[in-house]
C-alpha cells in the first residue's frame, strides 16, 4: 500500500499562493502517475492535476490553467502543487493520490483510477 502524505495547506487571502506538496518513498513515486485532487463540501471530488512520473506529461483541469503548476521533486520524493493566484472557489480540501503508470493523465485524471491516497490537507481561500 502505497503512503503519501499531504502538507502545506492553510489560510490564504485571495490572489494569494500557496504550495502543497505530496511525500512519498522513492520506491513508491517512480514511475506512477500522482494526482492532486480536491472536494469542497457537498462537491464531489475532482481533478486539479496530475503527472506522470514515468513521461512527464502533465494535466491540468480548466479552472486552474495558468494558476497552478504540479512539479516533481526528485531529491525529495516528493510532488508538490504551486497555486497562484488563489480564489474563493478553490476552497477545499486537497488529496494526493497516486495511480498506476499506465494511466494516461490528460483523459484519466480521474478519482476512480487513483488507488492510494493521502489523509489531505485543507485549503481556505477567503478575506
Known amino acids: 500500500q502505497v503512503q503519501l502524505v499531504e502538507s502545506g495547506g492553510g489560510l490564504v487571502q485571495p490572489g494569494g499562493s500557496l504550495r502543497l506538496s505530496c511525500a512519498g518513498s522513492?520506491?513508491?513515486?517512480?514511475?506512477?502517475?500522482i494526482g492532486w485532487f480536491r472536494q469542497a463540501p457537498g462537491k464531489e471530488r475532482e481533478g486539479v492535476s496530475c503527472?506522470?512520473?514515468?513521461?512527464?506529461?502533465?494535466y491540468y483541469a480548466d479552472s486552474v490553467k495558468g494558476r497552478f503548476t504540479i512539479s516533481r521533486d526528485n531529491a525529495k520524493n516528493t510532488v508538490t502543487l504551486q497555486m497562484n493566484s488563489l480564489k474563493p472557489e478553490d476552497t477545499a480540501a486537497y488529496y494526493c493520490?497516486?495511480?498506476?503508470?499506465?494511466?494516461?493523465?490528460?483523459?484519466?485524471?480521474?478519482?476512480?483510477?487513483?488507488?492510494?491516497w493521502g489523509q489531505g490537507t485543507q485549503v481556505t481561500v477567503s478575506s
Open positions: 493520490a497516486s495511480g498506476p503508470a499506465t494511466l494516461r493523465v490528460q483523459a484519466m485524471c480521474v478519482s476512480i483510477f487513483f488507488g492510494s
Open positions: 522513492e520506491f513508491e513515486l517512480n514511475d506512477n502517475v
Open positions: 503527472i506522470s512520473l514515468n513521461d512527464g506529461s502533465i
